[in-house]
């Protein structure tokens, strides 16, 4: 089944391409596209954070990944299917993350630690809820940690 999504917004990042870690800290902005007013994110700011859907959009077509690999092709992790891993050569392209909401600014939505670049399409905007979070201890395979280990620090400037 062929799905069509439009761009709600775009997003104002200081990162031109993708890279693998220090994101944090880092704020970017989302702007919302034209037939969106201030109106539709009226209340946001009442929420801490906000999970952020968004495309992948430098993502060539013909490097999807559709079976395992290892992460961050590094042969020290364990080949995992797509679908365990959170890499961004994945089928739809869709990526997704939880950011810290900064501010309003009309139609400009002002977030901490998302993780996508200047430009990209963000596909929709859901604020977080405790009660949609996990409800029992999250587990994970240790080399995960090993990748994230500088993936939420902040960046020598």
Same mark, same amino acid.
């Given at each position: 089944?062929?799905?069509? #999504?439009?761009?709600?917004?775009? %997003?104002? /990042?200081? *990162?031109?391409?993708?890279?693998?870690?220090? $994101?944090?800290?880092e704020e970017a902005?989302?702007?919302?596209?034209?037939?969106?007013?201030?109106?539709?994110?009226?209340?946001?700011?009442?929420?801490?954070?906000?999970?952020?859907?968004?495309?992948?959009?430098? #993502?060539?077509?013909?490097?999807? %990944?559709? /079976?395992? *690999?290892?992460?961050?092709?590094?042969?020290? $992790?364990?080949?995992?299917?797509?679908?365990?891993?959170?890499?961004?050569?994945?089928?739809?392209?869709?990526?997704?993350?939880?950011?810290?909401?900064?501010?309003?600014?009309?139609?400009?939505?002002?977030v901490a630690e998302?993780?996508?670049?200047?430009?990209?399409?963000?596909?929709?905007?859901?604020?977080?809820?405790?009660?949609?979070?996990?409800?029992?201890?999250?587990?994970?395979?240790?080399?995960?940690?090993?990748?994230?280990?500088?993936?939420?620090?902040?960046?020598?400037?």
């Amino acid at each position: 089944m062929e799905v069509t #999504v439009r761009a709600i917004g775009y %997003v104002e /990042g200081i *990162r031109p391409h993708a890279e693998d870690d220090f $994101w944090g800290g880092e704020e970017a902005v989302i702007s919302l596209t034209e037939g969106y007013s201030a109106e539709a994110l009226q209340g946001l700011d009442g929420f801490s954070h906000v999970e952020v859907l968004f495309l992948f959009h430098e #993502v060539d077509p013909a490097k999807i %990944v559709h /079976g395992a *690999r290892h992460p961050r092709n590094n042969p020290e $992790w364990p080949a995992v299917g797509i679908f365990a891993q959170r890499g961004k050569n994945r089928p739809n392209r869709i990526g997704s993350t939880i950011c810290r909401v900064i501010r309003l600014e009309g139609t400009r939505l002002v977030v901490a630690e998302l993780d996508a670049i200047n430009g990209t399409p963000v596909l929709d905007l859901k604020p977080v809820m405790r009660e949609f979070l996990p409800r029992q201890a999250v587990q994970q395979p240790a080399w995960t940690h090993e990748l994230m280990r500088e993936y939420w620090l902040t960046r020598e400037r």
